[in-house]
T-cell receptor, first 112, second 116 residues
Framework: GENVEQHPSTLSVQEGDSAVIKCTYS??????FPWYKQELGKRPQLIID?????GEKKDQRIAVTLNKTAKHFSLHITETQPEDSAVYFC???????????FGGGTRVLVKP | EPEVTQTPSHQVTQMGQEVILRCVPI?????FYWYRQILGQKVEFLVS????????KSEIFDDQFSVERPDGSNFTLKIRSTKLEDSAMYFC??????????????FGAGTRLSVL
């Protein structure tokens, strides 16, 4: 089955700097890659997703890139702010409605 | 904004007891999921449910687990005889039906199950 690895497990950045989280997946049939943000005690919320027919997607300060050949995708957060502090999960699926296989999560701390 | 609601937020039970975790999916959603996260480990898929039947289940979802949609709003996960290793955060998720490639999964805040 699918396996998703996520790095780093923790990331500390200075406010205003960029943060990058990387994920690799094993199943070449996966074609949907969402990113969820989970603040302490709250629900995981989708922040951005990408499908395999696209190499990059951007939404304000957040961007995701996908390299299908290498089977990896990355989350980029620019101009980080304290409210970006949270745990971020990457996931992979064969379609948006099918089961998600998650990475291990990255705890991001943005220091003011 | 509509949300997936899970109750209780924390459930403590004795080993061997039955527990029922409850979820109220978003009202126009028809696909439902349960995931769990053991402390320090990845979020794992348990089961998906559509049209009153299981669509897919993982190897974790053995005979001790069952799911049910008892009425038009609730979606439940039952563990018949809890084990210590069932202690985890359990997440419910739901999505609309229709075009699979356009529908995302919305998650509840989770129920933390502690088996003593």
């Amino acid at each position: 089955g699918e396996n998703v690895e996520q790095h780093p497990s923790t990331l500390s950045v200075q406010e205003g700097d960029s943060a990058v989280i990387k994920c690799t997946y094993s199943d070449s049939a996966s074609n949907y890659f969402p990113w969820y943000k989970q603040e302490l005690g709250k629900r995981p919320q989708l922040i951005i997703d990408i499908r395999s027919n696209v190499g990059e997607k951007k939404d304000q300060r957040i961007a995701v890139t996908l390299n299908k050949t290498a089977k990896h995708f990355s989350l980029h957060i620019t101009e980080t702010q304290p409210e970006d502090s949270a745990v971020y999960f990457c996931a992979a699926s064969k379609a948006a409605g099918n089961k998600l296989t998650f990475g291990g999560g990255t705890r991001v701390l943005v220091k003011p | 904004e509509p949300e997936v609601t899970q109750t209780p937020s924390h459930q403590v039970t004795q080993m061997g007891q039955e527990v029922i975790l409850r979820c109220v999916p978003i009202s126009n959603h028809l696909y439902f999921y349960w995931y769990r996260q053991i402390l320090g480990q990845k979020v794992e898929f348990l089961v998906s449910f559509y049209n009153n039947e299981i669509s897919e289940k993982s190897e974790i979802f053995d005979d001790q687990f069952s799911v049910e949609r008892p009425d038009g709003s609730n979606f439940t996960l039952k563990i018949r005889s809890t084990k210590l290793e069932d202690s985890a955060m359990y997440f419910c998720a739901s999505r609309e039906t229709g075009q699979v490639y356009k529908n995302i999964q919305y998650f509840g805040a989770g129920t933390r199950l502690s088996v003593l």
